[in-house]
């Protein structure tokens, strides 16, 4: 199994930047497809983005596309989140999760993201 720790989380001004990281331990990192979600209050929680175990595919939430960026550095057993053009609308916990497979998946705790003036 996996288990995942976010960071990087806060308040920002709308059009302000963040990058979220996602810091994994446990075995064979590099087999796990990572993804980021977010919840908002009162709302479900949806997906952000998406990275193979290799990196070499990633996928976006429509409502994210061309100001968000998610990475991997298998090496680092870490996942990145890097969040351009931010908008009042991305305010939410975000999460990682770590799924090799069709096994279960994994998720860390969460990070709040806040965006207002």
């Not at 908002?40 to 100001?67: H, M, Q």
């Not at 890097?82 to 998720?107: F, H």
Request: net charge positive.
């Amino acid at each position: 199994q996996v288990q995942l720790v976010e960071s990087g989380g806060g308040l920002v001004q709308p059009g302000g930047s963040l990058r979220l990281s996602c810091a994994a331990s446990g075995s064979t990192f590099s087999s796990y497809a990572m993804s980021w979600y977010r919840q908002a209050p009162g709302k479900e929680r949806e997906l952000v983005a998406a990275i193979t175990s290799t990196g070499d595919n990633t996928n976006y939430a429509d409502s994210v596309k061309g100001r968000f960026t998610i990475s991997r550095d298998n090496a680092k057993k870490m996942v990145y989140l890097q969040m351009n053009s931010l908008k009042p609308e991305d305010t939410a916990v975000y999460y990682c999760k770590g799924r090799r497979g069709l096994g279960i998946g994994y998720w860390g705790q969460g990070t709040q993201v806040t965006v207002s003036s």
